[in-house]
């Protein structure tokens, strides 16, 4: 099992930056690959980045390459998700979550745990 809670979310202006962490429960963390999902208000939750146990590969959604930023620290049982240039389509729910399995943009599985989310608010 895993208990994930996630911390940073926020209202900021366009152009601006925010960074999400996402800490974990339990002693297997290092095991997991961890991701960030957001969903917007009337719209599917969609992926954003995942990052293997490892931390050695990365995936991001095209609509934040070179934007966001996913990494994770194993001592710390944390991911982070720095967001810069943030763009009001930003907007929505951020969530954390973890699965034994590869996370990568094709995956046809939803991740095994997630946390309850954090609202990320982009104004124009």
């Known amino acids: 099992q895993v208990q994930l809670v996630e911390s940073g979310g926020g209202l900021v202006q366009a152009g601006g930056s925010l960074r999400l962490s996402c800490a974990a429960s339990?002693?297997?963390?290092?095991?997991?690959?961890m991701g960030w999902f957001r969903q917007a208000p009337g719209k599917e939750r969609e992926f954003v980045a995942t990052?293997?146990?490892?931390?050695?590969?990365?995936y991001y959604a095209d609509s934040v390459k070179g934007r966001f930023t996913i990494s994770r620290d194993n001592a710390k049982n944390t991911v982070y998700l720095q967001m810069n240039s943030l763009k009001p389509e930003d907007t929505a729910v951020y969530y954390c979550?973890?699965?034994?399995?590869?996370?990568?943009?094709?995956?046809?599985?939803?991740?095994?745990?997630w946390g309850q989310g954090t609202q990320v608010t982009v104004s124009s």
């Open positions: 990052i293997s146990w490892s931390g050695g590969r990365t």
């Open positions: 979550a973890a699965d034994l399995r590869i996370l990568e943009p094709t995956m046809t599985h939803k991740p095994d745990y």
């Open positions: 339990g002693r297997t963390f290092s095991s997991y690959a």
